[in-house]
């Protein structure tokens, strides 16, 4: 716990000193800087299992939302987000005349995300803007099973730290365009828009996972036992596994400086702890609006 903590320590004081460098170290281009509030409602499809209790693999459809802030300038982008998702899951098991097989479980998934992003100067021209950085995630999964009887309950973290790799191509229309449908025309106003698409590749890989059986091996005792110690005896933090995440973006700006985007994210973990791995992956389509605040 106390390594997780000074990775997560480290890597803040990185991303704000990065930013704090970047505009103290140019007050003069001040104006260039942008910064955004980001709020974003999904979908999220989401496909897992937990060998731990048992093989089958669950998916269902979810709710997701998210807020975040980004500051964007020239030289480098920094953001930080808050994401949640709630959904149903069903599990994949052969339809059966003699007994019911099919099971469901409840899904909860919260994460705190960070990245640092700078602009490569050589890869980069008025049309592409290339970026590369680091990025840290933390992600908490809350599962309940009540067909697992005394395994019903599973909690997994996710820690990582990520290369991450960005490419921002500008598709902006320049000038009006005339469009002639015979009974009528259309005119497209000039309009700033672009596409971007980032990649993260796990470096670190940290998983807080339970040992071999999820049964509480601890005493009960009323009042005095903590019922978080309850729920996560067990439980230790392990160096192994991988995870990966990419995101599409199509963002378009409207002349007040704000904008909106639509995006596809897809994430993929396994975390393999001390004896059986989780593995989940998601897929999520997210409307997002971008207010600048500044």
Known sequence: MNFLRGIIIVLFAMVSSFHSYSKNGNSANESLWKHYFIPSVGIELITFRDLATSPLFYDGVGLAGSI???WEHPKNETKFALYATSSTT??????STFFQTSTSSSFLSGSVYVHSLFTLPSLSNEKRTVQLGGAMANTWNIRSNPSLFN???GMESFANLFLSGKGIYDI???H???QDFVLFTRTLQPAKRNLSFQLNIGL???NYRPGYAYNADVALDGSNTDPLAFLLDGHVWKINGYRLGTQLDYTKYIPNGNGHRWS???DIAQAPGRFEPFEMVTHR???TLLIQTK
């Open 68 to 70: 975040a802030w980004q």
């Open 90 to 95: 069903t599990s994949r098991t052969p339809l």
């Open 151 to 153: 395994n019903g309950f």
């Open 172 to 174: 902006s229309r320049k």
């Open 176 to 178: 009006s365009v005339v």
């Open 204 to 206: 670190l890989n940290l």
């Open 264 to 266: 596809y994210i897809w």
């Open 285 to 287: 389509i997210q409307y």
